[in-house]
């Protein structure tokens, strides 16, 4: 008997999304009024939403799915920054639990693999300073996002479970990341021409840092869609 599990996958960019559409071959469509694309995998259905980067919009976005879908599944799909100068770019993190930073709320994730999993996932809406970074290591912080938290709590709050997969696209302590290059980016996680025109002006000799930071970006968000389709295919 054919399955009738959905499974919802969420991201916070439309960059992290396009790999999984190519290797799904989702298409657009609406549910419920909620913009959103759907599609097929194995015997699941596939809904896949982008909520806009923040913990404000991630909760907003995620309300409207699943105002308009009940999944059986939601998996968080993207990009993070290590905090840790020696994690491999790309590198898949599988942490035990995911922390929001502004409340302190705890949430753990569903485990969909066989490995142990290990630290903590730090949600936040700033960039962290390289300051804070012992701080967030000691309390074992092997990774910053701004999405994670803000969707578990929603997924919880329904008895939904939930799932992360990310993979390390730059480092924290890594200079040529700070606030000017964060907000080159939208809020909807679309690139803003403008402050990208204004930085290479003020800043000609940060392309080949950037040229770097697109090359993990790139990296990680495939490991991450790689991983998840891969977990969900074994579940």
Same mark, same amino acid.
Request: net charge negative; aromatic share 2%.
């Given at each position: ?15 992290? =999304? #396009?790999?999984? #559409? ?43 799915? =699943?105002?308009?879908? #009940? ?56 960039? #962290? ?71 290479? =002006? ?34």
């Amino acid at each position: 008997m054919p399955s009738t599990e959905t499974v919802a996958f969420i991201f916070a960019m439309p960059m992290e =999304l #396009t790999p999984l #559409t190519k290797k799904l071959g989702l298409r657009k469509d609406t549910i419920n009024g909620v913009d959103v694309q759907t599609g097929t995998l194995g015997d699941r259905k596939v809904v896949a939403i982008v909520t806009g980067m923040g913990t404000d919009l991630a909760s907003s976005g995620t309300e409207r799915l =699943l105002g308009a879908i #009940t999944p059986d599944r939601v998996v968080v799909v993207g990009i993070t920054g290590a905090v840790h100068e020696d994690t491999p770019i790309g590198h898949l993190i599988n942490p035990e639990r995911v922390v929001h930073s502004e409340t302190g709320a705890e949430h753990r994730p569903t485990p969909m693999t066989d490995d142990t999993p290990s630290g903590t996932l730090w949600t936040t809406n700033r960039m #962290t300073p390289p300051e804070e970074l012992p701080d967030l290591r000691a309390k074992g912080v092997i990774a910053l996002d701004m999405e994670t938290a803000a969707i578990a709590n929603l997924c919880e709050q329904r008895n939904i479970p939930w799932s992360v997969f990310r993979a390390v696209s730059d480092r924290a302590t890594d200079a040529s990341l700070d606030d000017e290059v964060f907000k080159m980016s939208n809020q909807d996680g679309t690139p803003n021409p403008r402050a990208v025109a204004r930085y290479l =002006l003020k800043h000609p000799l940060a392309i080949p840092g950037l040229a770097r930071l697109a090359k993990g970006a790139n990296l990680a968000r495939n490991r991450a869609v790689d991983a998840a389709i891969a977990a969900v295919t074994a579940s």
